[in-house]
Nanobody
Framework: QVQLVESGGGLVQPGGSLRLSCAAS????????GSWYRQAPGKERELVAE???????NYADSVKGRCTISKDNAKNTVYLQMNSLKPEDTAVYYC??????????????WGQGTQVTVSS
């Protein structure tokens, strides 16, 4: 059994920064790939950033230059560093990871979501 626990969301003023964390726990061997999505009220869920096997990263045009996705293999954690936040970044952010368990089975797991609100 593998679970994801997200943290780091909150209320921040425009121009501020937040770092979201997504920690895999349970029978985890390693994280193969990780992504962050977000969903604003009345809008569809959209991909914000992803880190794929080998370490290559991809970003939505709306966050390029402001966000950095990274992965700590020792901690089985995926991060999203967000800088220069704008009100339009307000959304629930979801982590999605591909995780190998101790039996080397690959799972696609979603976090519970964390609220990010950018407002003065």
């Amino acid at each position: 059994q593998v679970q994801l626990v997200e943290s780091g969301g909150g209320l921040v003023q425009p121009g501020g920064s937040l770092r979201l964390s997504c920690a895999a726990s349970g029978s985890v061997f390693s994280i193969n790939a990780g992504s962050w999505y977000r969903q604003a009220p009345g809008k569809e869920r959209e991909l914000v950033a992803e880190i794929i096997p080998g370490g290559r990263t991809n970003y939505a045009d709306s966050v390029k230059g402001r966000c950095t996705i990274s992965k700590d293999n020792a901690k089985n954690t995926v991060y999203l560093q967000m800088n220069s936040l704008k009100p339009e970044d307000t959304a629930v952010y979801y982590c999605n990871t591909q995780v190998y368990d101790l039996g080397r089975r690959l799972y696609d797991v979603w976090g519970q979501g964390t609220q990010v609100t950018v407002s003065s």
